[in-house]
């Protein structure tokens, strides 16, 4: 039986990293970003601004070389040259079946540095190749093919129907992790416990929303870099503040209203104050 509780304002505002004087960019975190493709670029210039607008000290985007020159025009304070990394961001907007060889190596070695990582979309693969703590992000049928691939056929309205359940298989299955994207959200540790919350508004279930998703997921946890890797369980927490933010930056970019996955992004330092407002 999976021991879930539920998510607060007050958790999210435990989990947020706020700068203090005597903070430079290095340590509020450097989150390495390793996504997009010649095929879908948006996913890089999407994840890359969550990251920005979650509050990240600093961006390394070293993914695909026709994407870079989008995330600059959006992000010009990105820097493109390898370097001090905290945590990664890798998959979004990439295709596992077309890894190029050099790619592979270049994701091989982020793995193997023992950070944390967030794997999202054609990352969630490698779930059992990271040497640090480990987040994986599937919808419901990704997780599916997750599990089937290792054994475990499921359908997706099976997961749809019993979340917690089969995010939990999961986190079991890959000793990761698990935030199982949906109407409500679930994260997951490997011994069962972890978090449920509403992801936002409906409006959310929009093109590129879980790029941004990623985005902010890598910004948090680069900001507590040492903390996952002193204490990995702690990875379901800040995964849990990273899509609590999400949906509220949904909420208020939305206003009951169509939204488009930038929207999200420019609303997260609003969703961010009011937290640290109330709190």
Do not use: N
Request: proline content about 5%; charged content about 20%; glycine content about 14%.
């Amino acid at each position: 039986m999976t021991a879930i509780s539920g998510w607060t304002d007050a958790d999210t505002a435990a989990e947020y990293r706020v700068p203090v004087p005597g903070d430079d960019k290095y340590s509020r975190g450097v989150v390495g970003i390793l996504t997009g493709s010649a095929r879908y670029p948006g996913a890089a210039v999407l994840g890359v601004e969550g990251a920005a607008r979650a509050g990240t000290g600093m961006i390394r985007y070293l993914g695909d070389e026709g994407a870079a020159r989008f995330v600059l025009q959006r992000r010009p304070e990105a820097v493109t040259a390898p370097g001090r990394v905290q945590a990664w961001v890798i998959g979004s907007g990439m295709d596992a079946e077309q890894r190029s060889g050099e790619l592979r190596e270049q994701i091989e070695a982020a793995l193997s540095q023992g950070l944390p990582v967030v794997l999202d979309a054609g990352a969630l693969d490698l779930a059992r190749g990271t040497e640090g703590p480990t987040l994986v992000t599937p919808h419901a049928g990704e997780l599916a093919k997750l599990l089937g691939d290792r054994g475990v056929e499921v359908e997706r309205r099976a997961v749809e129907a019993d979340g917690a359940g089969w995010a939990a298989r999961a986190a079991e299955l890959l000793g990761v992790t698990v935030l199982l994207k949906g109407s409500t959200t679930f994260v997951v540790r490997p011994d069962g416990s972890g978090h449920r919350l509403q992801a936002g508004p409906a409006w959310l279930a929009t093109a590129g929303s879980g790029d941004v998703l990623a985005g902010i997921l890598g910004a948090l946890a680069a900001a507590r870099s040492d903390d996952l890797v002193a204490d990995p369980a702690r990875f379901a927490r800040v995964a849990a503040a990273g899509a609590w933010l999400h949906g509220r930056a949904g909420e208020r970019a939305s206003g009951g209203g169509p939204l488009v996955a930038l929207d999200i992004a420019e609303a997260l330092p609003g969703a961010i104050a009011a937290l640290l407002h109330d709190s």
